[in-house]
């Protein structure tokens, strides 16, 4: 399964030197909130809105869940929908792409 995740540029690259993304939304730590991850257009969106709306250099990131060594599950979150999360860090090789994140084609 693919799955997005939106990051600061400055975490991301963190994570290319150290081989695993360990940030959550807008920088709070795993151990207070896990990651929130998209499955559908509206859920990047919704998670866009919420935490990066005042933000212009946004990545997004596409993460193929069979590559990850941490397990995953989907639960309930921001306004009831489903997302899917990852608990423990993301490793490096299972994020299959990387590109800047505009609002408009996610809409």
Do not use: K, N
């Amino acid at each position: 399964m693919l799955v997005h995740h939106l990051a600061l540029p400055r975490e991301w690259q963190r994570a290319l030197t150290e081989g695993q993304y360990t940030m959550s939304t807008r920088g709070t730590t795993l151990e207070d909130e896990g990651f929130i991850h998209c499955s559908r257009p509206d859920q990047v969106a919704a998670v866009h809105d919420r935490y990066y709306a005042d933000l212009d250099d946004v990545l997004l990131l596409t993460i193929d869940t069979d590559l990850l060594t941490s397990p995953w599950q989907v639960d309930e979150v921001a306004g009831g929908d489903s997302y899917p999360h990852v608990y423990g860090p993301v490793d490096v090789p299972a994020v299959v792409s990387v590109e800047p994140f505009r609002r408009s084609a996610w809409s």
